[in-house]
């Protein structure tokens, strides 16, 4: 999974095309280790259909703050540039693909 700065946010998630699944974490949450493994898992089994990144928030504080990221791990889900869905808490590996296959479904769909 790739790391995304404040810098590199737009280049990285906002400009990029289809589903980003962005992790806005930090490095002493435990809940955010938690979620981890199950973040790298779906990266290999969405790979080509879905872009997962990772935001450290002690390093990066303008983007989660612009979005008004209050909690870790927080888990948005962009779609051609847009926040589309969140969920904030340490979700499983099936609680986050049911939350990224809706706009999964979509970059499929738009591509037929």
Same mark, same amino acid.
């Given at each position: 999974?790739?790391?995304?700065?404040?810098?590199?946010?737009?280049?990285?998630?906002?400009?990029?095309?289809?589903?980003?699944?962005?992790?806005?974490?930090?490095?002493?949450?435990?809940?955010?280790?938690?979620?981890?493994?199950?973040?790298?898992?779906?990266?290999?089994?969405?790979?080509?259909?879905?872009?997962? !990144?990772?935001?450290?928030?002690?390093?990066? *504080?303008?983007?989660? %703050? @612009? $979005?008004?990221?209050?909690? &870790?791990?927080? /888990? +948005? !889900?962009?779609?051609?540039?847009?926040?589309? *869905?969140?969920?904030? %808490? @340490? $979700?499983?590996?099936?609680? &986050?693909?049911? /939350? +990224?296959?809706?706009?999964?479904?979509?970059?499929?769909?738009?591509?037929?």
């Amino acid at each position: 999974m790739q790391a995304v700065t404040d810098a590199s946010f737009k280049a990285d998630v906002l400009d990029a095309e289809g589903a980003v699944l962005v992790d806005f974490w930090a490095p002493w949450c435990g809940p955010c280790r938690v979620v981890a493994p199950a973040l790298e898992a779906l990266a290999d089994e969405y790979a080509g259909r879905l872009k997962i !990144v990772k935001v450290n928030v002690d390093e990066n *504080q303008q983007v989660a %703050g @612009a $979005l008004g990221v209050r909690s &870790i791990p927080t /888990l +948005v !889900v962009f779609r051609d540039g847009k926040a589309v *869905q969140d969920a904030v %808490g @340490a $979700l499983s590996r099936a609680e &986050i693909a049911r /939350l +990224v296959e809706p706009h999964l479904s979509a970059a499929t769909d738009a591509v037929s």
